[in-house]
């Protein structure tokens, strides 16, 4: 697979990495270990280099990740994240500097390596001063603990405060064709820097691919349940993008996730999208948009029908909402 470099600092990484949070963590129940295992050595059969955990997706993402790239650990970049207090979201942000150097310490057990490829702050804390936490891992950086650093969902003065004591590497954020938001908020800043961008949720929480109806079910340990985006009314308006998608997708014999994905990787070379999966079949086919190429006119064409729907619904919740903006 193609590779992409990420940042000043050139993090080197394949053009589409593998989000490994919904394999024990967010979309219902935690898929068996064995077989999540064997999810990720199929990806690094694929080609794919750079796989995404964090400590708030539980201990043990980390231990999964860790273990089942340990017989190549010399040829994957393994990312993960620190942020909040004891590591639950719910109990709120904390990126005090002895708390970053503790979640690295034990990043790096459950992760049983020596080194953390790329640490991002996974949520900006502003009981914090970004100089405080971007110094942080400036030092765990110079201690060998760590080799880049990241920020996820942070805004463009937040990014410039950080890059200015320690250089940044990527920034993770949302990104997709119904959430395009950040083309306005940080995309410019990132190139500016030349700091590199990896949108999680690029097949926007499974929509996307298509395979989510009208008629679909979420259960109560599946995050969508509790997204406005997926309530039924916004739901049934959404599927509108996905049939001008599959027009596309039929001209160009790919399927809508990988059409949603090419269209990522257009966007600029310095993107590396994590999508996330559980199945193989979804596996492959996301590395299949890898070798699929948007022409400019398709590339025109995707935007005008992006522009025929009004997507419906908030991303988060109020609630969800008011955490990221702490």
């Known amino acids: 697979m193609e590779k992409r470099t990420l940042g000043p600092a050139g993090l080197e990484v394949s053009a ?62 393994i990312a993960t994240k620190f942020g909040f207090r004891e590591g639950a979201p719910a109990q709120g942000l904390d990126s005090h500097p002895a708390r970053i150097r503790a979640v690295a310490e034990q990043s790096l057990r459950r992760l049983g390596t020596d080194c953390i490829d790329l640490f ?31 920020l996820s969902e942070a805004g463009a003065a937040a990014i410039r405060q950080a890059h200015a004591v320690q250089p940044v590497s990527a920034l993770q954020s949302e990104y997709s064709l119904w959430w395009r938001e950040p083309e306005q908020s940080v995309l410019p800043t990132l190139e500016a820097l030349g700091i590199g961008f990896v949108p999680f949720s690029p097949l926007g929480r499974g929509f996307l691919t298509g395979a989510i109806t009208a008629d679909s079910t979420f259960g109560s340990g599946d995050i969508r349940s509790s997204l406005p985006r997926f309530e039924a009314e916004a739901r049934q308006a959404n599927l509108a993008l996905i049939d001008l998608i599959k027009q596309l997708a039929a001209r160009k014999q790919a399927t809508p996730a990988q059409v949603a994905l090419a269209w990522l990787l257009a966007q600029k ?13 979804r596996l492959q086919e996301n590395v299949g948009a890898a070798k699929l190429t948007l022409t400019p006119d398709d590339l025109q064409q995707l935007e005008q029908a992006v522009g025929q729907v009004a997507i419906q619904g908030e991303r988060y919740s109020a609630q969800m909402q008011q955490a990221i903006n702490r």
């Open 16 to 77: 589409l990495g593998l989000g490994c949070m919904g394999l024990n963590h967010g979309y219902g129940p935690a898929t068996d270990v064995a077989e999540a295992t064997k999810l990720i050595r199929a990806a690094v059969d694929l080609g794919i280099t750079f796989f995404d955990t964090a400590e708030a997706y539980g201990e043990a993402n980390e231990r999964l990740v860790g273990t089942a790239l340990a017989p190549v650990r010399d040829q994957v970049v």
């Open 120 to 150: 991002y702050q996974h949520r900006v804390d502003p009981s914090v001063p970004m100089e405080d936490v971007a110094g942080a891992v400036k030092d765990l950086i110079q201690e060998g603990k760590v080799k880049y650093f990241g």
């Open 269 to 281: 070379p310095w993107i590396a999208p994590i999508p996330g999966t559980t199945k193989l079949a």
